[in-house]
Protein backbone atom coordinates (compact mmCIF):
# COMPACT_ATOMS: atom_id res chain seq x y z
CA UNK A 1 0.00 0.00 0.00
CA UNK A 2 1.30 3.48 -1.00
CA UNK A 3 2.25 5.88 1.96
CA UNK A 4 0.33 9.12 2.01
CA UNK A 5 1.73 12.29 3.42
CA UNK A 6 0.15 13.43 6.95
CA UNK A 7 -2.63 15.82 7.37
CA UNK A 8 -1.90 19.51 7.45
CA UNK A 9 1.48 18.66 5.84
CA UNK A 10 1.69 19.41 2.26
CA UNK A 11 3.74 19.13 -0.48
CA UNK A 12 4.46 22.11 -2.62
CA UNK A 13 5.04 20.53 -6.27
CA UNK A 14 6.62 22.19 -9.51
CA UNK A 15 4.11 24.74 -11.26
CA UNK A 16 3.41 26.27 -7.56
CA UNK A 17 7.03 26.09 -5.97
CA UNK A 18 7.91 28.93 -8.61
CA UNK A 19 5.30 31.18 -6.85
CA UNK A 20 7.01 30.75 -3.36
CA UNK A 21 10.37 31.61 -4.99
CA UNK A 22 8.71 34.45 -6.58
CA UNK A 23 7.18 35.68 -3.08
CA UNK A 24 10.76 34.81 -1.03
CA UNK A 25 12.79 36.66 -3.77
CA UNK A 26 10.16 39.76 -3.38
CA UNK A 27 10.64 39.42 0.04
CA UNK A 28 13.97 39.49 0.19
CA UNK A 29 14.46 41.91 -2.11
CA UNK A 30 12.39 44.39 -0.66
CA UNK A 31 13.05 44.07 2.76
CA UNK A 32 17.15 44.43 2.46
CA UNK A 33 16.31 47.58 0.41
CA UNK A 34 15.19 48.74 4.47
CA UNK A 35 18.44 47.62 5.88
CA UNK A 36 17.22 44.27 7.13
CA UNK A 37 19.85 41.16 7.02
CA UNK A 38 18.47 37.54 6.69
CA UNK A 39 18.80 34.89 9.93
CA UNK A 40 17.90 31.24 10.43
CA UNK A 41 16.57 29.94 13.57
CA UNK A 42 16.16 26.09 14.10
CA UNK A 43 12.69 24.34 14.19
CA UNK A 44 13.47 22.90 17.27
CA UNK A 45 13.53 24.99 20.34
CA UNK A 46 13.32 24.81 24.25
CA UNK A 47 9.65 24.10 25.22
CA UNK A 48 10.06 26.85 27.77
CA UNK A 49 11.00 29.20 24.98
CA UNK A 50 7.30 29.53 23.52
CA UNK A 51 5.78 29.43 26.85
CA UNK A 52 7.55 32.57 28.63
CA UNK A 53 7.07 34.52 25.41
CA UNK A 54 3.83 33.12 23.96
CA UNK A 55 2.16 33.18 27.04
CA UNK A 56 0.48 29.70 29.01
CA UNK A 57 -2.90 31.01 28.38
CA UNK A 58 -3.01 31.44 24.52
CA UNK A 59 -4.88 28.59 21.98
CA UNK A 60 -0.92 27.91 20.67
CA UNK A 61 0.96 26.90 24.27
CA UNK A 62 -2.49 25.34 25.61
CA UNK A 63 -3.50 23.18 22.19
CA UNK A 64 -1.53 24.06 19.13
CA UNK A 65 2.05 23.19 19.89
CA UNK A 66 4.02 20.25 18.23
CA UNK A 67 6.01 19.04 21.68
CA UNK A 68 7.86 16.42 23.27
CA UNK A 69 10.55 14.90 25.44
CA UNK A 70 14.16 14.12 23.48
CA UNK A 71 16.52 10.99 24.07
CA UNK A 72 17.89 13.57 27.01
CA UNK A 73 14.83 14.23 28.89
CA UNK A 74 14.45 17.78 27.48
CA UNK A 75 10.79 19.50 26.37
CA UNK A 76 11.48 20.61 23.21
CA UNK A 77 9.10 21.89 20.58
CA UNK A 78 8.63 22.73 16.53
CA UNK A 79 8.44 26.78 16.59
CA UNK A 80 4.73 27.63 16.02
CA UNK A 81 6.41 30.87 15.04
CA UNK A 82 9.49 32.97 14.47
CA UNK A 83 9.63 36.18 16.69
CA UNK A 84 10.56 33.92 19.82
CA UNK A 85 13.31 31.78 18.49
CA UNK A 86 14.97 35.33 16.43
CA UNK A 87 14.93 37.03 19.86
CA UNK A 88 16.28 34.19 21.34
CA UNK A 89 19.37 34.01 18.93
CA UNK A 90 19.54 37.83 19.02
CA UNK A 91 19.80 37.31 22.95
CA UNK A 92 22.40 34.03 22.83
CA UNK A 93 24.53 35.54 20.44
CA UNK A 94 24.73 38.90 21.95
CA UNK A 95 23.69 41.00 18.69
CA UNK A 96 22.92 44.20 20.85
CA UNK A 97 26.63 44.52 21.65
CA UNK A 98 27.19 45.42 18.54
CA UNK A 99 24.34 47.60 18.17
CA UNK A 100 21.33 47.58 20.28
CA UNK A 101 19.46 48.33 16.44
CA UNK A 102 18.86 45.22 14.49
CA UNK A 103 16.91 44.86 11.90
CA UNK A 104 16.24 40.82 10.69
CA UNK A 105 14.10 39.01 8.53
CA UNK A 106 13.26 35.45 8.26
CA UNK A 107 11.48 32.55 6.62
CA UNK A 108 10.51 29.22 6.56
CA UNK A 109 8.35 26.70 8.02
CA UNK A 110 6.11 26.99 11.73
CA UNK A 111 4.15 24.18 13.26
CA UNK A 112 1.20 23.98 14.92
CA UNK A 113 -1.59 21.32 15.71
CA UNK A 114 -4.60 22.59 14.22
CA UNK A 115 -7.99 21.89 11.91
CA UNK A 116 -6.31 21.79 8.81
CA UNK A 117 -8.58 24.65 6.11
CA UNK A 118 -7.64 26.25 2.74
CA UNK A 119 -4.73 28.82 3.67
CA UNK A 120 -4.18 27.26 7.47
CA UNK A 121 -2.07 23.87 7.45
CA UNK A 122 -0.31 22.01 10.78
CA UNK A 123 2.67 22.47 8.69
CA UNK A 124 2.76 26.42 7.26
CA UNK A 125 5.90 28.53 6.45
CA UNK A 126 6.21 32.58 7.02
CA UNK A 127 8.58 35.15 5.84
CA UNK A 128 8.55 37.85 9.22
CA UNK A 129 10.65 40.66 9.65
CA UNK A 130 11.50 42.50 13.56
CA UNK A 131 13.52 45.37 14.34
CA UNK A 132 14.84 45.62 17.65
CA UNK A 133 16.19 48.96 19.95
CA UNK A 134 13.71 51.92 18.67
CA UNK A 135 11.21 53.50 20.76
CA UNK A 136 10.31 56.25 18.05
CA UNK A 137 7.02 55.37 16.27
CA UNK A 138 8.85 56.33 13.03
CA UNK A 139 10.23 52.62 12.77
CA UNK A 140 6.52 51.35 13.23
CA UNK A 141 5.57 53.26 10.44
CA UNK A 142 8.83 52.09 8.41
CA UNK A 143 7.78 48.50 9.13
CA UNK A 144 4.57 49.13 8.36
CA UNK A 145 5.41 50.96 4.65
CA UNK A 146 7.81 47.72 3.84
CA UNK A 147 4.78 45.21 4.59
CA UNK A 148 2.53 47.30 2.12
CA UNK A 149 5.75 47.92 -0.17
CA UNK A 150 6.17 44.29 -0.56
CA UNK A 151 3.01 43.47 -1.74
CA UNK A 152 2.15 46.55 -3.91
CA UNK A 153 6.07 44.47 -5.28
CA UNK A 154 4.04 41.25 -5.89
CA UNK A 155 1.07 43.34 -8.04
CA UNK A 156 -1.39 42.92 -5.36
CA UNK A 157 -3.95 45.83 -4.55
CA UNK A 158 -5.37 43.85 -1.76
CA UNK A 159 -4.84 43.09 1.60
CA UNK A 160 -5.58 46.76 3.21
CA UNK A 161 -3.46 47.91 6.46
CA UNK A 162 -5.34 48.06 9.93
CA UNK A 163 -3.93 49.27 12.55
CA UNK A 164 -5.09 49.41 16.61
CA UNK A 165 -2.77 50.25 20.02
CA UNK A 166 -2.91 47.55 22.61
CA UNK A 167 -2.18 49.88 24.96
CA UNK A 168 1.17 48.75 28.01
CA UNK A 169 1.50 47.40 31.19
CA UNK A 170 0.60 51.17 33.12
CA UNK A 171 -2.25 51.38 31.08
CA UNK A 172 -3.47 47.80 29.46
CA UNK A 173 -4.33 46.48 32.99
CA UNK A 174 -7.14 49.19 33.55
CA UNK A 175 -8.59 48.12 30.25
CA UNK A 176 -8.59 44.52 30.86
CA UNK A 177 -10.78 45.67 34.16
CA UNK A 178 -12.93 47.73 32.32
CA UNK A 179 -13.35 44.83 29.52
CA UNK A 180 -14.05 42.20 32.21
CA UNK A 181 -16.99 44.17 33.90
CA UNK A 182 -18.16 44.77 30.99
CA UNK A 183 -17.51 40.92 29.61
CA UNK A 184 -19.26 39.57 32.88
CA UNK A 185 -23.31 39.63 32.08
CA UNK A 186 -22.44 38.56 29.06
CA UNK A 187 -20.60 35.35 29.62
CA UNK A 188 -23.66 33.05 28.95
CA UNK A 189 -23.16 33.32 25.03
CA UNK A 190 -19.32 33.77 24.87
CA UNK A 191 -18.02 30.60 23.45
CA UNK A 192 -16.43 27.60 25.70
CA UNK A 193 -12.41 28.94 24.98
CA UNK A 194 -13.49 32.75 25.40
CA UNK A 195 -15.22 31.69 28.86
CA UNK A 196 -11.85 29.68 29.25
CA UNK A 197 -9.66 32.93 28.28
CA UNK A 198 -12.38 35.24 30.23
CA UNK A 199 -9.56 35.59 33.45
CA UNK A 200 -6.55 35.14 31.61
CA UNK A 201 -6.85 36.79 28.45
CA UNK A 202 -10.44 38.73 28.14
CA UNK A 203 -9.28 40.46 25.12
CA UNK A 204 -9.60 37.37 22.58
CA UNK A 205 -13.41 37.81 23.12
CA UNK A 206 -13.50 40.77 20.69
CA UNK A 207 -11.61 38.94 18.03
CA UNK A 208 -13.60 35.60 18.33
CA UNK A 209 -15.48 34.28 15.19
CA UNK A 210 -18.18 32.85 17.28
CA UNK A 211 -21.66 34.52 16.30
CA UNK A 212 -22.51 34.71 20.24
CA UNK A 213 -19.16 36.32 21.13
CA UNK A 214 -19.77 38.80 18.12
CA UNK A 215 -23.06 39.52 19.57
CA UNK A 216 -21.79 39.79 23.49
CA UNK A 217 -19.09 42.01 22.33
CA UNK A 218 -21.18 44.43 20.63
CA UNK A 219 -20.81 48.00 22.69
CA UNK A 220 -17.77 46.63 23.99
CA UNK A 221 -15.47 49.85 25.54
CA UNK A 222 -12.90 50.58 22.86
CA UNK A 223 -9.06 50.11 24.16
CA UNK A 224 -8.29 53.13 22.13
CA UNK A 225 -10.32 55.27 24.98
CA UNK A 226 -7.68 54.03 27.93
CA UNK A 227 -4.46 54.21 26.49
CA UNK A 228 -2.45 56.56 28.99
CA UNK A 229 -1.10 59.63 27.86
CA UNK A 230 2.26 58.34 26.52
CA UNK A 231 0.58 55.42 24.40
CA UNK A 232 -2.08 57.48 23.15
CA UNK A 233 0.91 59.41 21.41
CA UNK A 234 2.96 57.01 20.24
CA UNK A 235 -0.38 56.08 18.57
CA UNK A 236 -1.12 59.47 17.16
CA UNK A 237 2.66 60.11 16.21
CA UNK A 238 2.87 56.52 13.84
CA UNK A 239 -0.60 57.58 12.37
CA UNK A 240 1.01 60.73 11.46
CA UNK A 241 4.00 59.05 9.84
CA UNK A 242 2.18 57.01 8.21
CA UNK A 243 0.03 59.61 6.41
CA UNK A 244 3.56 61.54 6.14
CA UNK A 245 4.49 58.83 3.57
CA UNK A 246 1.28 57.85 2.23
CA UNK A 247 0.65 54.44 3.68
CA UNK A 248 -2.92 53.75 3.93
CA UNK A 249 -4.15 52.28 6.80
CA UNK A 250 -7.79 51.76 9.19
CA UNK A 251 -7.99 51.70 12.76
CA UNK A 252 -9.77 48.94 13.43
CA UNK A 253 -10.27 49.31 17.57
CA UNK A 254 -11.32 45.20 17.99
CA UNK A 255 -7.84 44.32 17.13
CA UNK A 256 -6.19 41.89 19.46
CA UNK A 257 -2.98 39.72 19.18
CA UNK A 258 -3.17 36.27 20.03
CA UNK A 259 0.50 36.44 21.63
CA UNK A 260 1.01 37.84 25.15
CA UNK A 261 4.01 39.50 23.96
CA UNK A 262 2.16 42.27 21.93
CA UNK A 263 2.30 45.56 23.56
CA UNK A 264 1.21 49.24 21.83
CA UNK A 265 1.16 49.45 17.98
CA UNK A 266 -0.27 46.16 16.69
CA UNK A 267 -1.59 45.64 12.79
CA UNK A 268 -2.81 43.13 10.02
CA UNK A 269 -3.47 42.98 6.38
CA UNK A 270 -6.62 42.12 5.60
CA UNK A 271 -8.22 40.51 2.74
CA UNK A 272 -11.86 39.88 1.57
CA UNK A 273 -10.86 37.31 -0.84
CA UNK A 274 -9.87 34.29 1.10
CA UNK A 275 -13.16 33.65 3.33
CA UNK A 276 -12.98 33.43 6.91
CA UNK A 277 -8.77 33.61 7.01
CA UNK A 278 -8.91 37.34 5.89
CA UNK A 279 -5.36 38.31 7.46
CA UNK A 280 -2.20 37.43 5.50
CA UNK A 281 0.23 39.50 7.40
CA UNK A 282 0.05 40.67 11.41
CA UNK A 283 2.63 42.09 14.14
CA UNK A 284 2.97 44.44 16.86
CA UNK A 285 5.11 46.06 19.12
CA UNK A 286 6.94 43.65 21.77
CA UNK A 287 8.45 46.16 23.99
CA UNK A 288 8.62 43.86 26.66
CA UNK A 289 9.83 40.43 25.05
CA UNK A 290 13.26 41.30 25.17
CA UNK A 291 13.81 41.11 28.95
CA UNK A 292 11.36 38.51 29.46
CA UNK A 293 13.65 35.91 27.60
CA UNK A 294 16.93 37.00 29.59
CA UNK A 295 17.99 39.83 27.71
CA UNK A 296 18.61 43.74 27.91
CA UNK A 297 15.77 46.34 28.47
CA UNK A 298 15.51 46.86 24.20
CA UNK A 299 11.85 47.32 22.37
CA UNK A 300 11.09 45.65 19.30
CA UNK A 301 8.66 45.58 16.73
CA UNK A 302 7.82 43.08 14.24
CA UNK A 303 5.31 40.81 11.78
CA UNK A 304 4.75 37.84 10.32
CA UNK A 305 3.00 36.60 6.88
CA UNK A 306 1.57 33.28 5.80
CA UNK A 307 3.31 32.11 2.55
CA UNK A 308 0.51 29.66 2.15
CA UNK A 309 -2.12 32.60 2.01
CA UNK A 310 -0.04 34.95 0.11
CA UNK A 311 0.17 32.60 -2.99
CA UNK A 312 -3.50 31.77 -2.50
CA UNK A 313 -3.96 35.54 -3.21
CA UNK A 314 -1.76 35.27 -6.26
CA UNK A 315 -3.64 32.07 -7.63
CA UNK A 316 -4.22 33.31 -11.28
CA UNK A 317 -0.32 34.24 -11.93
CA UNK A 318 1.91 31.87 -13.52
CA UNK A 319 5.45 31.94 -12.97
CA UNK A 320 6.53 29.08 -14.16
CA UNK A 321 10.01 29.42 -15.98
CA UNK A 322 10.40 28.93 -19.58
CA UNK A 323 13.56 27.33 -20.83
CA UNK A 324 15.92 29.19 -23.03
CA UNK A 325 15.96 26.34 -26.03
CA UNK A 326 14.67 23.13 -26.66
CA UNK A 327 16.56 21.14 -29.29
CA UNK A 328 14.91 18.83 -31.58
CA UNK A 329 17.37 16.13 -32.85
CA UNK A 330 16.40 13.30 -35.43
CA UNK A 331 18.92 10.53 -35.62
CA UNK A 332 22.23 9.02 -32.68
CA UNK A 333 24.66 11.31 -34.10
CA UNK A 334 22.11 14.68 -34.24
CA UNK A 335 21.22 13.34 -30.53
CA UNK A 336 24.74 13.14 -29.29
CA UNK A 337 25.05 16.65 -30.72
CA UNK A 338 22.26 17.83 -29.26
CA UNK A 339 23.69 17.01 -25.69
CA UNK A 340 26.86 17.96 -26.56
CA UNK A 341 25.33 21.68 -26.78
CA UNK A 342 22.77 21.56 -23.99
CA UNK A 343 25.67 21.02 -21.85
CA UNK A 344 27.38 23.44 -23.48
CA UNK A 345 24.93 26.01 -23.16
CA UNK A 346 24.12 25.20 -19.14
CA UNK A 347 27.29 26.25 -18.63
CA UNK A 348 27.01 29.39 -20.51
CA UNK A 349 24.13 30.78 -18.19
CA UNK A 350 20.96 28.99 -20.43
CA UNK A 351 18.38 26.77 -19.56
CA UNK A 352 18.48 23.86 -22.46
CA UNK A 353 15.96 21.02 -22.95
CA UNK A 354 16.30 17.85 -25.09
CA UNK A 355 14.40 14.50 -25.94
CA UNK A 356 16.47 12.02 -24.43
CA UNK A 357 14.42 9.12 -26.13
CA UNK A 358 15.05 9.60 -29.99
CA UNK A 359 11.34 10.22 -30.91
CA UNK A 360 9.62 11.38 -33.96
CA UNK A 361 10.18 15.10 -34.87
CA UNK A 362 6.79 15.77 -33.97
CA UNK A 363 6.59 14.45 -30.59
CA UNK A 364 9.76 16.34 -29.69
CA UNK A 365 8.10 19.62 -31.11
CA UNK A 366 4.77 18.68 -28.90
CA UNK A 367 7.91 18.74 -25.40
CA UNK A 368 8.87 21.76 -27.18
CA UNK A 369 5.16 23.32 -26.99
CA UNK A 370 4.48 21.73 -23.36
CA UNK A 371 8.01 23.39 -21.69
CA UNK A 372 7.14 27.00 -23.95
CA UNK A 373 10.71 27.46 -24.65
CA UNK A 374 11.65 30.83 -26.41
CA UNK A 375 13.78 29.32 -29.16
CA UNK A 376 13.84 25.80 -31.06
CA UNK A 377 16.96 24.15 -32.67
CA UNK A 378 16.44 21.32 -35.16
CA UNK A 379 19.26 19.15 -35.80
CA UNK A 380 19.16 16.13 -38.14
CA UNK A 381 21.88 14.63 -40.76
CA UNK A 382 21.63 18.06 -43.01
CA UNK A 383 22.32 20.02 -40.36
CA UNK A 384 25.54 18.41 -38.84
CA UNK A 385 26.99 17.97 -42.33
CA UNK A 386 26.44 21.94 -43.34
CA UNK A 387 27.53 22.82 -39.60
CA UNK A 388 24.43 25.23 -38.99
CA UNK A 389 20.56 24.74 -38.48
CA UNK A 390 17.60 26.88 -38.40
CA UNK A 391 17.35 29.13 -34.49
CA UNK A 392 13.50 29.76 -34.62
CA UNK A 393 12.13 32.41 -32.10
CA UNK A 394 9.08 30.93 -30.72
CA UNK A 395 7.68 34.39 -29.86
CA UNK A 396 7.84 36.03 -32.99
CA UNK A 397 7.96 33.13 -35.40
CA UNK A 398 11.02 34.74 -36.85
CA UNK A 399 13.64 31.45 -38.27
CA UNK A 400 17.32 31.70 -39.08
CA UNK A 401 20.41 29.83 -39.60
CA UNK A 402 22.62 29.45 -36.76
CA UNK A 403 26.66 27.86 -36.87
CA UNK A 404 26.63 24.12 -34.33
CA UNK A 405 28.71 26.34 -32.07
CA UNK A 406 27.89 26.73 -28.22
CA UNK A 407 29.63 30.40 -28.05
CA UNK A 408 27.68 31.62 -31.52
CA UNK A 409 24.51 29.94 -29.95
CA UNK A 410 24.30 31.13 -26.39
CA UNK A 411 24.87 34.77 -28.12
CA UNK A 412 21.74 34.61 -30.33
CA UNK A 413 19.34 33.41 -27.81
CA UNK A 414 20.76 35.70 -24.86
CA UNK A 415 20.80 38.67 -27.10
Avoid at 15 to 41: C, N, P, S
Avoid at 284 to 294: K, N, T
Amino acid sequence: MAISGIKGFNDILPGEVEKWQHIEATARRVFELYGFAEIRVPILEKTELFCRSIGDSTDIVEKEMYSFTDKGENSVTMRPEGTASVMRAFIEHKLYVADAVAKLYYMGPMFRYERPQKGRYRQFHQIGAEVTGVTDPKVDAQVLTMLCHFFAELGLDEPSLQINSLGCPDCRPQYRQVLKDFLRSRLEYLCDDCKRRFETNPLRALDCKSTGCKEATVGAPSVLDHLCASCNDHFTRTRQHLEAVGTTYSINARMVRGLDYYTRTTFELVTGLLGSQSAVAAGGRYDGLISDLGGPQLPGIGFAMGVERVALLLAEKDFRKRPDLFIAALGESAQNMAFRLMCGLQKEGAAVEIDYEGKSLKSQMRRADKFNARFTLIIGDDELTKGAAGLKNMDEGSQSDVELNVGVIAQRIKG
